[in-house]
């Protein structure tokens, strides 16, 4: 359920509200955290990369093989304005996929 309603959020361009929304997850999935990049990437702000970044500290290693998640925090790192951390993350996935690409 809170990963439609982030959707929801995101799809009617109230990204704080699917931040808050993700706030309250006591497990987020890799589909909340989609969703939460989705909306940092949305905002562009020096907060939504500092959220970003500490919320991708936090993702299992597992995670990073679901092409998706990994081409959505991509996205929130550089339209968030951070090219050398996505860059990196970019070069140094160890499974290229072709969703990056």
Same mark, same amino acid.
Request: glycine share 2%; aromatic share 8%.
């Given at each position: 359920?809170?990963?439609?309603?982030? +959707?929801?959020?995101?799809? =009617?361009?109230?990204?704080?509200?699917?931040?808050?929304?993700?706030?309250?997850?006591? =497990?987020?999935?890799?589909?909340?955290? $989609?969703?939460?990049?989705?909306?940092?990437?949305? @905002?562009?702000? +020096?907060?939504? @990369? %500092?959220?970003?970044? +500490? /919320? #991708?500290?936090?993702?299992? *290693? #597992?995670?990073? #093989?679901?092409?998706? $998640?990994?081409?959505?925090? $991509? %996205?929130?790192?550089?339209?968030?304005? %951070?090219?050398?951390?996505?860059?990196? @993350?970019?070069? #140094?996935? *160890?499974? /290229?996929? $072709?969703? /990056?690409?």
């Amino acid at each position: 359920m809170y990963g439609a309603m982030m +959707k929801g959020y995101v799809d =009617n361009n109230l990204p704080e509200k699917a931040i808050d929304l993700f706030n309250e997850v006591e =497990n987020p999935d890799d589909v909340h955290m $989609l969703l939460l990049f989705n909306s940092c990437a949305h @905002l562009k702000t +020096k907060e939504a @990369l %500092d959220l970003v970044k +500490k /919320i #991708s500290k936090q993702i299992p *290693k #597992s995670f990073y #093989s679901n092409p998706r $998640l990994l081409t959505s925090l $991509l %996205d929130a790192l550089l339209k968030c304005g %951070d090219v050398a951390h996505a860059e990196a @993350l970019f070069y #140094s996935s *160890k499974e /290229i996929v $072709l969703p /990056i690409y």
